[in-house]
Nanobody
Framework: VQLVESGGGSVQAGGSLTLSCEVS????????MGWFRQAPGKEREGVAALYTGGGTSYIADFVKGRFALSRDNAKNTVYLQMNDLQPEDTAMYYC????????????????????????WGQGTQVTVS
């Protein structure tokens, strides 16, 4: 299983970036995909997650209204659109996947908060100045 993130970079405050995560060697359909981030000296935190088999998705409150999830199942790829980026968004961003997922948003949020994902990418750095 391989998860490859791309799209990170350096932007000024107020700018935008779109992260991509392409999955291979994995049954992408009807599974969970998540985005996490980890700033230096801080714990890894869940940013967003979605169920690839349907419309269920969850965005963490601290980025809601600025970040959005989308997917292209034909490309086994999920995207994290990040707008109005702020210096506190500076972190390594990781994509994750797991075979167990939920159509219930509360359960999806809990899964994200517990970092209950079996496969992880190497991360892509986002720096906001």
């Amino acid at each position: 299983v391989q998860l490859v993130e791309s799209g990170g970079g350096s932007v000024q405050a107020g700018g935008s970036l779109t992260l991509s995560c392409e999955v291979s060697g994995y049954t992408y359909t009807s599974s969970c995909m998540g985005w996490f981030r980890q700033a230096p000296g801080k714990e890894r935190e869940g940013v967003a997650a979605l169920y690839t088999g349907g419309g269920t998705s969850y965005i963490a409150d601290f980025v809601k209204g600025r970040f959005a999830l989308s997917r292209d199942n034909a490309k086994n790829t999920v995207y994290l659109q990040m707008n109005d980026l702020q210096p506190e968004d500076t972190a390594m961003y990781y994509c994750a996947a797991d075979a167990t997922c939920y159509t219930d948003v509360a359960k999806l949020a809990l899964k994200l908060s517990r970092r209950d994902f079996g496969y992880w990418g190497q991360g892509t750095q986002v720096t906001v100045s």
